[in-house]
């Protein structure tokens, strides 16, 4: 049974920083692109970061380009979104979700496996 599992959510401050991690479990993902989505409440689930599977490529959202880094460790069949700067805005559910292409996508719908999300929660 495939899973992926997040930690690193909590509450920070305005400006602090957050380093969330998704360990994938069930198979390996080396050859698959994986990705940050979030959704805040009342609002639609919407991409935040996505990593190729060779690791060279990434996208980010305008909205946190400059200020979140998504990498992998497809040895320990993880991905990692690092987030600086952090703002009131950033406050949603973050998933982590992989697709079983290997190329770069931002819709939701293209993406094939899921983690049951962790809480960021940033106060001004």
């Known amino acids: 049974q495939v899973q992926l599992v997040e930690s690193g959510g909590g509450s920070a401050q305005t400006g602090a920083s957050l380093r969330l991690s998704c360990a994938a479990s069930g198979r390996t993902f080396s050859r698959n692109a994986m990705g940050w989505f979030r959704q805040a409440p009342g609002k639609e689930r919407e991409f935040v970061a996505v990593?190729?599977?060779?690791?060279?490529?990434?996208n980010y959202a305008d909205s946190v380009k400059g200020r979140f880094t998504i990498s992998r460790d497809s040895a320990k069949n993880t991905v990692y979104l690092q987030m600086n700067s952090l703002k009131p805005e950033d406050t949603a559910v973050y998933y982590c979700a992989a697709r079983e292409g290997a190329g770069i996508r931002v819709g939701v719908h293209e993406y094939d496996y899921w983690g049951q999300g962790t809480q960021v929660t940033v106060s001004s």
């Open positions: 990593r190729s599977w060779t690791g060279s490529s990434a």
